[in-house]
């Protein structure tokens, strides 16, 4: 995939100035593909046909034969709403997530996104057109490196930016181009802003995913990045402490399954020694 003209200039004028009179490079590149950045696809309509999970109305609430069904689907679309709110704050309120999200794409193929998200910072592990991307958050600058195919086929170097740049650590910081594509999906309260889904709710009735009892949120995956009209399901753990479980979107031309565990463990990000440019300026 290849990287916008400004990026591209930017990236060798970097790599000349390196090469040539020692200065510091922060390479500014547009990343365009990340599990957040999918391409747009046109899904189904979401509806009662969508598959045969049995829709339910609030717990302990049980609306008189009178109600129409219109007021009925309010009912079970407040109900949906209050679990999804409740499951998002106490989420929130952890300290950290591990995720792993498995894609599939006509446009990306098969990927798998590896995260440890902390709420101002985090890691991530991206599988790719055979090629690895890796990236960590550390407070207000992001690093990002990767093997050759990583680097080509998926932020688009030339061969030989690539043979300069390859498993070296490069630098974004906020304002500079890619930086909110590299960085988004990896930090906590990112991951969860992700994960939005735009009514109308369905409450999914209650079963077991991923070995934990869970009711399912369903509606239309909220973020652009998944693609207009996707069908989107947060399942969520039905114990006192509601948190996600498993986020699962599905398109004609996309699928992709989220799955949560590990709230609320350590996660030690640091920064890494081998950052492209470190070496010049030290000497």
Do not use: C
Not at 198 to 225: F, H, N, S
């Amino acid at each position: 995939m290849a990287i916008h003209n400004a990026s591209r200039v930017a990236l060798v004028m970097a790599v000349v100035a390196v090469a040539l009179v020692g200065a510091d490079a922060a390479v500014a590149v547009s990343r365009t593909a990340h599990p957040a950045t999918p391409a747009s696809v046109t899904a189904p309509v979401l509806s009662a046909t969508v598959d045969s999970d049995p829709v339910i109305a609030a717990a302990g609430t049980t609306p008189p034969a009178t109600l129409s069904n219109r007021a009925q689907r309010q009912t079970e679309r407040s109900a949906a709403q209050a679990a999804l709110a409740k499951a998002l704050s106490d989420a929130l309120a952890k300290s950290s997530v591990h995720t792993i999200a498995r894609n599939s794409s006509k446009r990306y193929g098969a990927s798998i996104f590896d995260t440890y998200g902390t709420k101002s910072g985090g890691m991530q592990h991206l599988s790719i057109y055979g090629g690895n991307i890796l990236v960590r958050v550390v407070g207000p600058i992001t690093y990002f490196t990767g093997d050759r195919r990583g680097l080509t086929h998926f932020f688009g170097f030339t061969a030989d930016e690539v043979a300069v740049l390859h498993h070296q650590w490069l630098t974004l910081t906020s304002g500079q181009a890619g930086y909110t594509g590299t960085t988004i999906g990896i930090t906590l309260p990112s991951i969860l802003r992700l994960d939005r889904i735009a009514g109308p709710l369905q409450l999914l009735a209650q079963r077991t995913r991923d070995g934990v009892d869970v009711i399912g949120v369903r509606g239309y995956a909220g973020g652009k990045t998944f693609g207009k009209h996707a069908v989107a399901t947060m399942w969520i753990s039905t114990d006192s402490d509601p948190l996600p479980v498993e986020f699962v979107v599905k398109s004609r031309l996309k699928q992709s399954t989220q799955t949560f565990s590990g709230w609320d463990d350590p996660i030690h990000v640091v920064r890494p020694t081998n950052v492209f440019g470190a070496k010049t300026l030290a000497g």
